[in-house]
């Protein structure tokens, strides 16, 4: 597994924690199974994670780290009001997660071993 990553140049580091870590309360104030901290670049994991949850938490993670390089988020607050901020980002990140898999596989079905020129190299062996 890997410790860092780049995404739209922008250096991101990875890091597992424990699960009672109190980096891992999240901007409600509630205990999660990770975070994005974008003014570290960082995503911490809780060490407890396995299995299908921890792909779909990673990819959801992932949709943060992507909102903020790409700059996502500005076009967020802007479209909607303040309160209502961390709901959106929240929805689109588990829209991201929760379908990736789906949207993915349909790429395949539709366009066949072309799908792997826009499907990331690492989500490859998530969609097998």
Known sequence: MIDEFYMNGLR?????TNSADPIL??????????VTDPDTMTI????????????????????????ISYGYLEQIH??????YWVDM?????????QQA????????DIVGDEAIRFVPYMLEQFVA
Request: one cysteine or more; a positive charge; charged letters at 25%.
């Open 44 to 67: 911490y994991l809780s060490n407890q994670l396995r299995g299908g949850l921890l792909t779909t938490v990673v990819l959801h993670e992932l949709s943060h780290a992507m909102m």
């Open 78 to 83: 802007r479209y909607c009001k303040k309160r």
């Open 101 to 108: 898999k789906e949207i993915f596989q349909r790429a395949y």
């Open 12 to 16: 991101w580091n990875v890091r597992w």
């Open 25 to 34: 309360v999240d901007r409600t104030g509630n205990l999660s199974v990770a």
């Open 89 to 97: 980002e929240e929805l689109i990140a588990n829209l991201i997660a």
